[in-house]
């Protein structure tokens, strides 16, 4: 709630958010009042914002598909357009799934589908420990357990074979690419949130390569890429030995790959 003991002074804030290239000034203006609970702690807000951190880290919190996610600093903030992932995963998940969230940055995605699948089992893991140790202030309260490593190492070996559905938001930005995300991103976020190597597919073709011997037959992977990427994606979760399918949504601006295991 915000405090009833100032006033702040809403068109100079939104004028000073504005003029440093916040699109959505006035929403965020009213974000931040309602984070602040002093005159002094809301221009400490607007003068770090202002100087380029991210909204979400400065809350605490991003919104995504339509839930409030916990978000420290220096962790991935879940974007928008991954809702299409979780959509495109949770259309091919069926009965009682399997599930695990790969590169799962603060856990957005596994939160997400902890409420929409009946799954029989959940767990989530990440190769950053800032990461992890969100996922888990995320995650715990249900009871999914996230796991810190690489890619599928960490995972019980128990496992192998047996996972109906692996969801990876990788990074898939090409390293020449980096430099010229927006700052928000490429000064706040952890590079190996980011950097997807020369092509932008190094770590996504070694998930490819990971879930055509962790899934179960039948079992489905379902990743984000760029919209220039999908067809060499294609290609190479083809050579893993999965079908793959190309999922677009233009108002969103968003593609997701999903790929079957045979069997």
Do not use: K
């Amino acid at each position: 709630m915000t405090s009833t003991l100032f006033t702040p002074d809403r068109p100079a804030l939104v004028g000073r958010l504005r003029a440093a290239g916040c699109v959505f000034a006035e929403d965020e203006a009213e974000l931040l009042i309602a984070a602040a609970g002093s005159p002094e702690a809301l221009t400490d807000l607007v003068d770090r914002r202002v100087a380029g951190l991210p909204l979400e880290h400065l809350l605490g919190w991003a919104e995504f598909c339509g839930l409030r996610v916990a978000v420290d600093p220096g962790v991935f903030v879940p974007r928008g357009r991954t809702a299409l992932l979780v959509a495109a995963a949770a259309a091919v998940a069926g009965p009682s799934p399997a599930v695990l969230d790969l590169c799962c940055g603060s856990g957005a995605a596994a939160l997400v589908l902890h409420g929409r699948l009946a799954s029989r089992w959940l767990a989530a893991a990440d190769l950053d420990p800032a990461a992890v140790a969100c996922a888990r202030r995320n995650l715990d309260p249900l009871g999914v357990p996230v796991y810190e490593g690489d890619l599928f190492a960490p995972l019980p070996t128990r496992w192998r074979g047996r996972l109906d559905l692996v969801v990876a938001n990788a990074p898939y930005v090409p390293s020449g690419a980096v430099a010229m995300l927006p700052p928000e991103a490429r000064l706040y976020e952890a590079p190996v949130a980011l950097d997807g190597g020369v092509d932008g597919l190094a770590v996504l073709r070694r998930v490819a390569a990971g879930a055509a011997e962790w899934l179960a037959p039948g079992g489905h992977l379902a990743v984000e890429v760029s919209a220039g990427q999908a067809v060499a994606l294609c290609a190479v979760l083809a050579d893993a030995g999965l079908i793959p399918t190309v999922v677009r949504d233009d108002e969103l601006e968003a593609t997701a790959v999903t790929a079957r295991r045979p069997g």
